[in-house]
């Protein structure tokens, strides 16, 4: 009976241990990325799960690969922009260096009306263009950034539709994400060479261009590049913040645009943190694309039954109060002006957002799974730099095509960023780009709601000839 036990206690142990490796990945793996995106999912990597879990954590470590930010902005022969420094690991360098994706291009910048970019490695290669609030303030403040950070600043202001003040309001609810220190998240989207090359060469940015056509992007392949399109939310940092090391950080203007009822502000430069990003790529395998959500882990609690102590960016511990959106500081409703410089703490929007995490991370169809690989990926980030900020990130969720689903996607439904939709957590990405339409509002759009954005080309009437004297 004893030796019975011992075996059986040997198994238990035996079984633990291999469950624990189920998921993991190495050095060498890691090291082998050289900023380049995998190809496509690998179904022979343990679980079911494992596999798309390794997708995304290998896309996030390629697009988060150090830059090189010195390259040639005039050259229309091939891509200078966004090029990974294969000379460097992931997390090496200063915390403000610009990684691959920080180099993409804005979708502000593409869908500009009536001012397009122009086709090919010309348009992609040249800085996006500053609006000329922001240009003063950058020509005041040049002196105080580092070539690096002048090579990669952001002007925090995406376009959508869907947004009474593009930059500032979530996409999914039109209300904004307050931080503990009384200021709104920032919002930005990013697109790779193929992806912006596919909306530029085929004329997307137009409404006109767009119609009778049947979208389809780009896909990765082990030939060629696919598409792939990045969301991301920031914070500004306090002084402290910066200092941390805890963050990948970055210098932003703040830029409202003019509308009928706002005036065109700028702020900064200033310092903004990474807090959330959206990766969507699209591969042979998964021609819905493959939707992996990171956060930084001092967003929100993992589970909001057990907060801990620490101090969290959206999350007050011991706070009873629930989590909803911010009322508007202004008259109107819709709310056509958020005040998106000011600091809103404890003033009538109700903030800062104590932003309770709908759906627990322990709780997530993709475990266990999902704790082995960001516990495997994040150790040898700090032994590729013991004070690396990638150490601070964690995968959240990924979702994936699959047709045995009630939906149609694995997980079924509950996939959300915390600092992105907030107030929409019960639902999934899928779920919501699965109705993204093309500028007619009609047209599917390859699930991605960029498109349209495009508009139509403004003609003004000919004069009035004016009567014979």
Known sequence: MRRFLSVLILLTIASVQLQAQTCQTTLTEIKQIA???????????????????????????????????????????????AVPDTTKLIGQG???????????QPNWYIFAPSNPPGNGFAGWNQDSFLPSACGQLMSANAARLTPAQRSSLKILSSLSKFDSMPGVVQASSSSPLID?????????IRTSFETFNYIVSNRFYSADAQQNQAFNFPVQSATKPGAIFIKAAWKVLTPEEERSGRF???????????????????AGPVPVGLVGL?????????????????????TAPADPANPGTQLWQFFKTGSTKPLEKPKCPTAGTPCLDWQPTSSHLNDITGGPTQAVRVNPIPLSCNQPALDQINQSVLSFFQQINPKSVWQFYRL????WEDPGTPTGFFPPKKVANVTMETYTQKSSCMACHSGALAADDITPADFTFELNLGWRQTINPAPTPSPNP
């Open 35 to 81: 900023g380049a995106p995998p190809k496509d999912v690998d179904f022979t990597e343990g679980l079911p799960s494992c596999a798309f879990l390794k997708l995304s954590w290998r896309s996030f470590i390629a697009l988060n690969w150090p830059a090189i930010w010195t390259f040639n902005r005039a050259d229309t022969t091939k891509q200078t922009r």
């Open 278 to 298: 959206h990766i969507v790529q699209k591969t042979s395998a998964l021609r819905k694309w493959i939707w992996a959500t990171f956060e930084h882990i001092d």
């Open 180 to 188: 503990q220190n009384g200021f709104y998240a920032r919002y930005e």
């Open 248 to 266: 990948h950080t970055s210098r932003a203007f703040l830029f409202t645009p003019t509308s009928p009822t706002v005036q065109s502000t700028c």
């Open 94 to 104: 200063a915390v403000s260096d610009p990684t691959v994706w920080d180099l993409f």
């Open 396 to 399: 959240v969720e990924a979702q």
